[in-house]
């Protein structure tokens, strides 16, 4: 772990970036009254399978300080419902040769809203400070201990993000907590409840082009370097209202890991970002995906003419 | 944060005294009356688009152009109209940054002149020296903790602000 912290601090100080972070977001708010959509795509490869996730993401700026977010999502991650053998499933669902395709379905709505607490801006500088709660009602049959509200979890969680702006370098640090609901099968009485997880999350950023602006047309190459760390609490799982014993199940036992994530983003005409980045497992262990992910995304601001 | 701050300002408006440095020029200079804006917080071309976009709402601003580079929104007024500063200034905060500075351009042959000073809009300037000056254009920088970030506000009491306001500079006091 302390390899890492060394590696983030070198990433973190030697990469220069802006703060339209790909993966976490920043600590600043949206202008008020404005809009904006992204389109997120995150592949990965589950042995012969093609894990796919799709979001649809509305930001608003109800104030210079308040933003919310709307996210919509389908994947092919889960099944709709746990299969009849569901302690088999437990026990094997990541095991080798038992992926299964699932269809792409609609997971749920995610809801988001950020406030900044603390500005304190400069020329071509700032701290800010922000927090956040965030909401899903996800009715998956996820199946892991990890939980996560983007797709995965009914739930709700916060958190705090602080985000400094030098110049052409933008770093941030996240920090938040996820609390799952239960998901209940009543017709096979099953009541399935992740484990609560606690995230911290470092961003850098670095405005790699252009050196000076001429104009708003001027493409902006961003690069990033994001470390994601999760620490996730043991699942639980009833069956008949009788409680599981999930010693033997990995998939339901506490854990953290860490990963990179790198990637480059291009700003186009200053209304238009293009991103993608790539998620490197680092430590630990996350059975939410499978090795690494890449993650695409196309997002639009509707600024008044 | 920012609306107590503009609140602070509406509660000043009968009672305080905001000191600005006034100085002249003989530099031809069009009409309309024009203003510069500093803006503090900012790097990337979309944010400075959105500061743009926010301030291009005013009613009585005819064109924006912002410096990207500077980080300075210039600003050309509609012929005859006069925006209430703050307001104008809010619209930096909309746009979830902050103003460090504020020079206004006025075209002396749209400005009231009176015995202590001149109106301009709502404002009520008054010229400590109680001279009206023989400028086609004057320029004044306005300066007010409430206003700006406290840093930019003592940068510019040290004198580190742009250098370029001593030759001419008056204290002034303002009152609406």
């Given at each position: 772990m302390k390899k890492l912290i060394y590696i983030a601090f070198f990433f973190s100080h030697s990469l220069i970036a802006q703060e339209l972070f790909i993966n976490n977001e920043p600590a600043s708010t949206m202008p008020k009254g404005l809009f904006s959509y992204r389109y997120s795509m995150e592949n990965y490869q589950d042995e012969n399978i093609l894990r796919q996730w799709h979001a649809f993401r509305i930001f608003y700026g109800?104030?210079?300080?308040l933003t919310i977010a709307l996210t919509g999502s389908i994947s092919?991650?889960?099944?709709?419902k746990f299969p009849e053998n569901v302690n088999a499933f437990f026990a094997n669902h990541h095991s080798p040769g038992y992926s299964r395709n699932y269809r792409l379905k609609f997971d749920g709505f995610h809801f988001y809203a950020k406030y900044r607490v603390f500005s304190s801006d400069q020329q071509k500088k700032h701290l800010r400070i922000a927090v956040f709660g965030e909401a899903s009602n996800t009715m998956s049959a996820h199946d892991e201990a990890e939980s996560h509200l983007m797709g995965d979890n009914a739930g709700y969680g916060g958190g705090f993000i602080i985000t400094k702006l030098l110049n052409r370098l933008a770093l941030s640090g996240t920090c938040g907590f996820i609390v799952p609901f239960v998901y209940l099968d009543k017709d096979a009485k099953i009541e399935f409840r992740s484990g609560n997880s606690v995230y911290y999350n470092f961003s850098a950023g670095y405005l790699l082009y252009p050196s000076r602006y001429s104009s708003y047309n001027d493409l902006n190459i961003n690069l990033y370097v994001e470390l994601n760390n999760k620490r996730y609490e043991e699942a639980l799982l009833l069956i008949d209202n009788q409680y599981q014993f999930t010693d033997l199940l990995p998939v339901l036992q506490p854990g953290q890991y860490s990963e990179f994530r790198p990637g480059v983003q291009f700003v186009i005409k200053s209304r238009t970002r293009a991103e993608v980045s790539v998620a490197l497992p680092a430590y630990g262990r996350t059975y939410l995906r499978t090795g690494s992910v890449i993650f695409l995304s196309y997002q639009k601001y509707l600024f008044k003419r | 944060m920012h609306n107590s701050r503009f609140s602070l300002i509406n509660a000043m408006r009968k009672f305080s005294l905001i000191f600005i440095f006034l100085f002249f020029t003989k530099t031809a200079f069009s009409q309309p009356d024009s203003l510069l804006i500093g803006i503090d917080g900012l790097t990337c071309s979309m944010c400075s688009y959105s500061v743009e976009s926010m301030i291009r709402s005013v009613p009585e601003v005819r064109e924006v152009r912002l410096d990207l580079n500077a980080n300075e929104a210039w600003i050309k007024l509609k012929e005859g109209s006069a925006p209430d500063l703050s307001s104008l200034l809010k619209k930096v905060y909309d746009a979830g940054f902050s103003a460090r500075s504020l020079t206004l351009f006025l075209n002396a042959y749209n400005i009231e002149w009176h015995h202590s000073g001149f109106k301009y809009g709502v404002y009520n300037f008054i010229i400590q020296t109680g001279k009206a000056p023989d400028k086609e254009v004057i320029i004044l920088k306005l300066l007010n903790p409430d206003y700006f970030s406290k840093k930019g506000f003592k940068r510019f009491l040290k004198g580190k602000n742009d250098g370029n306001n001593s030759q001419f500079t008056y204290n002034a006091s303002y009152i609406y």
């Amino acid at each position: 772990m302390k390899k890492l912290i060394y590696i983030a601090f070198f990433f973190s100080h030697s990469l220069i970036a802006q703060e339209l972070f790909i993966n976490n977001e920043p600590a600043s708010t949206m202008p008020k009254g404005l809009f904006s959509y992204r389109y997120s795509m995150e592949n990965y490869q589950d042995e012969n399978i093609l894990r796919q996730w799709h979001a649809f993401r509305i930001f608003y700026g109800v104030t210079p300080n308040l933003t919310i977010a709307l996210t919509g999502s389908i994947s092919n991650h889960h099944p709709e419902k746990f299969p009849e053998n569901v302690n088999a499933f437990f026990a094997n669902h990541h095991s080798p040769g038992y992926s299964r395709n699932y269809r792409l379905k609609f997971d749920g709505f995610h809801f988001y809203a950020k406030y900044r607490v603390f500005s304190s801006d400069q020329q071509k500088k700032h701290l800010r400070i922000a927090v956040f709660g965030e909401a899903s009602n996800t009715m998956s049959a996820h199946d892991e201990a990890e939980s996560h509200l983007m797709g995965d979890n009914a739930g709700y969680g916060g958190g705090f993000i602080i985000t400094k702006l030098l110049n052409r370098l933008a770093l941030s640090g996240t920090c938040g907590f996820i609390v799952p609901f239960v998901y209940l099968d009543k017709d096979a009485k099953i009541e399935f409840r992740s484990g609560n997880s606690v995230y911290y999350n470092f961003s850098a950023g670095y405005l790699l082009y252009p050196s000076r602006y001429s104009s708003y047309n001027d493409l902006n190459i961003n690069l990033y370097v994001e470390l994601n760390n999760k620490r996730y609490e043991e699942a639980l799982l009833l069956i008949d209202n009788q409680y599981q014993f999930t010693d033997l199940l990995p998939v339901l036992q506490p854990g953290q890991y860490s990963e990179f994530r790198p990637g480059v983003q291009f700003v186009i005409k200053s209304r238009t970002r293009a991103e993608v980045s790539v998620a490197l497992p680092a430590y630990g262990r996350t059975y939410l995906r499978t090795g690494s992910v890449i993650f695409l995304s196309y997002q639009k601001y509707l600024f008044k003419r | 944060m920012h609306n107590s701050r503009f609140s602070l300002i509406n509660a000043m408006r009968k009672f305080s005294l905001i000191f600005i440095f006034l100085f002249f020029t003989k530099t031809a200079f069009s009409q309309p009356d024009s203003l510069l804006i500093g803006i503090d917080g900012l790097t990337c071309s979309m944010c400075s688009y959105s500061v743009e976009s926010m301030i291009r709402s005013v009613p009585e601003v005819r064109e924006v152009r912002l410096d990207l580079n500077a980080n300075e929104a210039w600003i050309k007024l509609k012929e005859g109209s006069a925006p209430d500063l703050s307001s104008l200034l809010k619209k930096v905060y909309d746009a979830g940054f902050s103003a460090r500075s504020l020079t206004l351009f006025l075209n002396a042959y749209n400005i009231e002149w009176h015995h202590s000073g001149f109106k301009y809009g709502v404002y009520n300037f008054i010229i400590q020296t109680g001279k009206a000056p023989d400028k086609e254009v004057i320029i004044l920088k306005l300066l007010n903790p409430d206003y700006f970030s406290k840093k930019g506000f003592k940068r510019f009491l040290k004198g580190k602000n742009d250098g370029n306001n001593s030759q001419f500079t008056y204290n002034a006091s303002y009152i609406y």
